[in-house]
């Protein structure tokens, strides 16, 4: 049985942390850390932000009803799901697979950015101050 756009957005907000937002012609899906989905105003499709993994394996799973977003989106994760084609148990796991990597804390590694070194000046390049004579 396909997925409703209404049912995509019921499902999408019952789970932990979840909150939607206006998205361009979108309504995204979001947990405090990231967006994990986002649905078309049409309600004909929904986009699932992926890892390669979770990708790779969703799309073979449902290769009918669930594709790579064309371009840089779509080699990053983002994928397309044809809500008409898609069954409901397949979209359940889909969605809540989204969900629990935006959930997830990121990486110790990921957190805070270590500064890079600044260069000192040297004497060369900095510049000469010029004072003028009081006549």
Request: glycine share 6%; charged share 25%.
């Given at each position: ?102 959930n997830a804390p990121l990486p ?28």
């Open positions: 049985m396909a997925v409703t756009a209404k049912r995509a957005h019921t499902l999408a907000l019952s789970l932990e942390n979840a909150t939607s937002y206006p998205h361009f012609d979108r309504i995204a899906f979001r947990t405090p850390r990231r967006t994990f989905a986002t649905l078309a105003l049409n309600g004909r499709d929904l986009n699932f932000m992926f890892d390669l993994a979770q990708q790779a394996h969703f799309c073979k799973l449902a290769p009918h009803a669930i594709a790579p977003v064309a371009g840089g989106w779509g080699r990053m994760g983002a994928t397309r799901c044809e809500l008409g084609e898609i069954d409901s148990a397949t979209f359940v796991a889909a969605l809540k697979a989204a969900h629990a990597r935006a110790k590694g990921a957190r805070a950015a270590k500064p890079l070194p600044v260069a000192k000046k040297s004497r060369s390049t900095k510049k000469a101050v010029v004072k003028k004579r009081a006549r």
